[in-house]
């Protein structure tokens, strides 16, 4: 007997199964697992609890029950994943410290902001809903939203609940995707909602007039975010971005006490930063430590200063630069747009969208309701028809052997008119009334065509939908708790600065590059001594505690605190003990560290740019490449902006240029923009280059030396040389002839 095999083997390409595989698995994790809904601010596990604990009936109002049996009907029915993460999301909607307006409301050991998850287990702790979180539920049974199978098809689940506040904001989301991630931070509910309002009703509202009603992030820990409002508006504008957020502190007497801290960040974290730095870098200012929060005050660690002398914001600044009281927060406001694809959005944008999916709510719940009324408006015709055939319907239900075939033939009633008719005992039947069924009649024909005006009005209905989010704030309206204060984070090298005791150096650097530090200032040159054949490059006075910022011939810069550097009446340590220059590469100029101010960085071919001051401490041997010239192009001398408004320049051949200081880029690092134009053909027959750059304001007098000639430029002639960037600048005047050499300084 023969027989006959069948091979039921698919052949396929290992890249291109890896490559689906992968896919598949990738939209799984974004848009099953990690991305929030920009509907309800909600990623699957979270929308899946929230709406397991309403099916539980566990509304504010009810009595808490065990934690174990809402994860489990999660589970069961709507999560097929693990009970431990299951829970921990729970866990975070019911804590105050990590969620802005907390949707669970937890009884027992739910953690504390010191440890967060510290929780009791999920046997222990019971829960229900709070009442904020009746805004994303009010509205499900409404036909307000999709729903979809469960993950065995045996139930419904809804794809989003129906939010009445716009919870992405409120509450935010962080979450890490594959290929992509989401960090939107949470916001104050009044600010939001105003936003919305706003957009509702002027549907042409733009970033500029939301970013006016929404300050910026509001954590539930409170604290203050440090960024100047162009940062935040950057930020919500392109969708991207980063705060920074510190500690609230006050300060009594010798006592600092801290009132608030960053967010996710626990007392017993900055108390061990404290003591370690107190320990290890013999931090004497604070003589002792210690923790009073309770209950009452989640927050509340007391620092005793040394002296009540001694400068409270000074050892707050060192302590915010090297503890987490100061601590960075990602912006990325990525989430599951209304077209069902993940994207970056701008707080525009966001705002917009959430209003149209309200909107779509609000219409699918009025046509719910237009279509219920109708419905029972149908039924009152029936009634009525009954009620003033009130014997032969009676007669009919009998003795008929069919009495819903014989009243839909006598009396042309549909289906569920005679349904309703025989759903009545004869008792309620022979009471019907009819002043009552007309009244009823007229009251919902009256509902059903102020819906149907409503529905065909869009102005209507945005007026309807801002009537509701009033309603909705008044409810759950609440302060904004962090505080947006403008202030420069907290530089490790300016908060040494500000706590090292310092007094007055001059820095000497030799031509050979020795260097040596001398006390004080106004220091005797002539007298100064250096090893044989070498002699003196420059000067610098200083603090000692200050750092010394360096530019070398390359571009790149170096720094070294004054303290750490050869001092006494020897010759010095050469530099190259400390940095590490290429071959060929030289400490050109000395600079004094201003991290407020900006440093004009210019370049032989005309080329400018400003660099952060901040940006030029660093403590890298190999230093840091901030001026990249080109081939033969070499660095002017640096100087910094103070509180100059324009540039002036000065080529080799005597032209003059006026530049707005706000025309130059400002950068770490660059090649700069054109200052003023030098032919290249003229640079590099040597016949023309910037030689010299100076920043002034429009009412400073510039002195011009032509030779041996001195001439002044005013300000009422100083006009006449101001143009744009990169243009070729006009010829000074008294210019004169040959070779003579022309120099500048201001007044």
Known sequence: MNSMTVDTQETLAIDAFAKDSYLNYSMYVIMDRSLPHIGDGFKPVHRRLVY??????????????????????????????????????????????????????????????????????MRYTEAKLTKYAATLLDEINQDTVEWKPNFDGTMKEPEVLPAQLPNILINGSTGIAVGMATDIPPHNINEVTEACILMLQKPKTGI?????????????????????????????????????????????GDTV????????????????????????????????????????????????????????????????????????????????????????????????????????VFERKKRFRLNAVETRLHIVDGLLIAYLNLDEVIRIIREEDEPKAVLMSRFELTDAQATAILDLRLRQLSKLQEHELRAEQDKLSKERDELISLLADDKKIRRAIVAELKVALKAHSDERRTLLIEKKPAAQVAADIALTPASDITVILSDKRWWRTTKGHDVDTSKLTFKHGDKLHSTLETRSNMPVVFMSTSGRFFSVIGDEMPNGKSVGEPASARFSLENGDNLETMLTYRAEDKLLLTTAKGNAFFVPGGDLNTRAKKGKEVLKLTDGDHALP??????????????????????????????????????????????????????????????????????????????????????????????????????????????
């Open 257 to 360: 006490i801290i009132t608030s801290l960053p967010y996710q960040v626990g007392g017993t974290k900055v108390l061990t930063e404290i003591a370690d730095l107190v320990d290890k870098k013999k931090f004497n200012l604070i003589t002792r430590i210690r923790d009073d929060s309770d209950e009452n005050r989640p927050v509340r660690i007391i620092l005793t200063l040394k002296s009540s002398k001694t400068d409270a914001d000074a050892v707050m600044n060192h302590l915010f630069a090297n503890t987490s009281l100061e601590a960075s927060h990602k912006i990325n406001l990525n989430m599951i747009g209304l077209n069902g694809k993940p994207e970056v959005k701008n707080i525009e944008t966001i705002v917009r969208e959430w209003c149209q999916f309200r909107q779509q």
């Open 208 to 252: 500029s007039e939301i970013m006016e009603i929404i300050q910026g992030p509001d954590y539930p820990t409170g604290g203050e975010v440090i960024n100047s409002r162009e940062e935040i508006i950057a930020a919500y504008s392109k969708g991207e971005g980063k705060v920074t957020q510190r500690a609230s502190y006050e300060v009594d």
């Open 638 to 747: 640096p100087m910094y902006l103070e509180d100059k408004t324009h540039v002036i320049a000065l080529t080799q051949a005597g032209r003059i240029i006026v530049v707005d200081a706000n025309e130059i880029n400002v950068s770490s690092k660059s090649q700069g923009v054109r200052l003023i134009d030098i032919k290249s053909q003229d640079f590099d027959a040597n016949e023309d280059s910037l030689v010299q750059v100076l920043p002034i304001t429009l009412e400073d007098t510039v002195e011009v030396m032509v030779g041996k000639r001195k001439f002044n430029i005013t300000p009422d002639k100083l006009t006449y040389y101001v143009a744009k960037r990169a243009r070729r600048g006009l010829f000074f005047e008294n210019r004169g002839s040959g070779n003579a050499g022309i120099t500048m300084n201001v007044k």
């Open 52 to 121: 397991a604990m309403s099916q539980l009936r566990l509304d504010a109002n009810a009595k808490y029950k065990k934690s174990a049996r809402t994860v489990g009907d999660t589970l069961g029915k709507y999560h097929p994943h693990g009970d431990s993460a299951c829970y921990e999301a729970m866990v975070l909607m019911a804590q105050p410290f990590a969620t802005r307006s907390p949707l669970v409301d937890g009884q027992g050991n739910w953690g504390s902001q010191d440890d967060p998850k510290s929780f009791a287990a």
